[in-house]
C-alpha cells in the first residue's frame, strides 16, 4: 500500500500563489507518475497537472503558464507551485500516483489518491 499525504492548500485572494506538497510512503518499488487534480463541487474530477518519472510533464490547458509542477524521484514527492490564481482554480486539489509496490505475492501496481486538500481564492 501507499499513501499520500498533502499539504499546502488554503485561502488566497486572487492573483496570489499557493504551493502544494504530495508525499508518498510505504512499500515502493517506483512511482511512473505523480500528479495532481481537482474537483470543484458540482464539476467532474479534472487533471491539472502531472510529471512522469522521465521528466515528461502535462498541464490542464487553463493553468499552463501559471503552475509548475515538479517532482523529487528519491523523495517520492511532487509539488504543484501555482501562480496568479484565478477564482476559477477553487476546488479540492487530489495528489495521484501510479505506484509499483513490493508484496507477498510479488511486484503489483495500482493508482493511488491523497485525501484531498481545499484551494479557494477569493475574488
Known amino acids: 500500500q501507499v499513501q499520500l499525504v498533502e499539504s499546502g492548500g488554503g485561502l488566497v485572494q486572487v492573483g496570489g500563489s499557493l504551493r502544494l506538497t504530495c508525499a508518498a510512503s510505504g512499500s515502493i518499488v517506483s512511482i511512473s507518475s505523480m500528479g495532481w487534480y481537482r474537483q470543484a463541487p458540482g464539476k467532474q474530477r479534472e487533471l491539472v497537472a502531472v510529471r512522469t518519472r522521465g521528466g515528461t510533464r502535462n498541464y490542464l490547458a487553463s493553468v499552463k503558464g501559471r503552475f509548475t509542477i515538479s517532482r523529487d524521484n528519491a523523495q517520492n514527492t511532487v509539488n504543484l507551485q501555482m501562480d496568479s490564481l484565478r477564482p476559477e482554480d477553487t476546488a479540492v486539489y487530489y495528489c495521484?500516483?501510479?505506484?509499483?509496490?513490493?508484496?507477498?505475492?510479488?511486484?503489483?501496481?495500482?493508482?493511488?489518491w491523497g485525501q484531498g486538500t481545499q484551494v479557494t481564492v477569493s475574488s
Open positions: 495521484n500516483a501510479y505506484a509499483t509496490t513490493s508484496q507477498a505475492t510479488g511486484l503489483r501496481g495500482d493508482e493511488y
